[in-house]
């Protein structure tokens, strides 16, 4: 069982940077593959990014790599994302998942099983 918690969103320029963290709580955190999706209004909630176990493996959607990085700190049981020249296009909500079913990092929603609750991003501008 983990619980995750999403923190760092907000109201920022296009251009600006913002850092998002996930926190998580449980035994096995360091067993689980990692992933960031968005959701913005209207929309699916899409993939943005994913890590593996042992955090030496990201992957990216398309319309963030080269911006975005993920890292993860499993001595903190932490998952971050690094956004950098954020665009409007970028404003969703942002969620937090795990997945212990799989050692892949599934761009799907379905092989992860816990999810946060989201941070607001809105990149004005």
């Known amino acids: 069982q983990v619980q995750l918690v999403e923190s760092g969103g907000g109201l920022v320029q296009a251009g600006d940077s913002l850092r998002l963290s996930c926190a998580a709580s449980g035994r096995t955190f360091s067993m689980y593959v990692m992933g960031w999706f968005r959701q913005a209004p209207g929309k699916e909630r899409e993939f943005v990014g994913g890590?593996?176990?042992?955090?030496?493996?990201?992957r990216y959607a398309d319309s963030v790599k080269g911006r975005f990085t993920i890292s993860r700190d499993n001595a903190k049981k932490t998952v971050y994302l690094q956004m950098h020249s954020l665009k409007p296009e970028d404003t969703a909500v942002y969620y937090c998942?795990?997945?212990?079913?799989?050692?892949?990092?599934?761009?799907?929603?379905?092989?992860?099983?816990?999810w946060g609750q989201g941070t607001q991003v809105t990149v004005s501008s």
């Open positions: 998942a795990a997945s212990s079913k799989t050692s892949y990092i599934s761009v799907a929603s379905s092989p992860y099983d816990y």
């Open positions: 890590i593996s176990w042992g955090g030496s493996t990201s």
